[in-house]
């Protein structure tokens, strides 16, 4: 018989991809294998976030001085990076709320790394 995901588990998965609100699930006791595997992803979504965010940062004040070009530049990586964790964010809640499991690829190999129990 298949383990039943409790619609706290559920809630909990969904919070995982909303940035920084990780932690919450994270420090919940007693996780299910469901509630973990979406933790591990949406733990490395937010370190991916804040890595981003500092290469944006390094961009905007090397690259980014540049007038019209760094101007341009530093506008469209700002907006790829906040649409592509947008769709990864938004994908993975409602995959959380609806009790689905999945793999984002190439990310959740690092995914598999993070040790939560």
């Given at each position: 018989?298949?383990n039943?995901?409790?619609?706290?588990?559920?809630?909990?998965?969904?919070?995982?991809?909303?940035?920084?609100?990780?932690?919450?699930?994270?420090?919940?006791?007693?996780?299910?294998?469901?509630?973990?595997?979406?933790c591990?992803?949406?733990?490395?979504v937010?370190?991916?976030?804040?890595?981003?965010?500092?290469?944006?940062?390094?961009?905007?004040?090397?690259?980014?001085?540049?007038?019209?070009?760094?101007?341009?530049?530093?506008?469209?990586?700002?907006?790829?990076?906040?649409?592509?964790?947008?769709?990864?964010s938004?994908?993975?809640?409602?995959?959380?709320?609806?009790?689905?499991?999945?793999?984002?690829?190439?990310?959740?190999?690092w995914?598999?790394?993070?040790?939560i129990?």
């Amino acid at each position: 018989m298949e383990n039943e995901i409790t619609i706290r588990d559920r809630w909990l998965a969904a919070i995982c991809y909303l940035s920084a609100l990780v932690f919450i699930p994270m420090l919940a006791t007693g996780k299910s294998d469901f509630l973990a595997r979406h933790c591990r992803q949406g733990f490395t979504v937010f370190c991916l976030e804040v890595l981003s965010l500092f290469l944006l940062f390094i961009i905007e004040t090397t690259i980014g001085r540049i007038p019209v070009l760094g101007f341009l530049l530093n506008i469209l990586l700002m907006l790829a990076i906040f649409l592509f964790f947008l769709v990864i964010s938004a994908f993975g809640f409602s995959k959380g709320l609806f009790g689905e499991s999945w793999r984002i690829p190439y990310i959740d190999d690092w995914a598999d790394r993070v040790p939560i129990h």
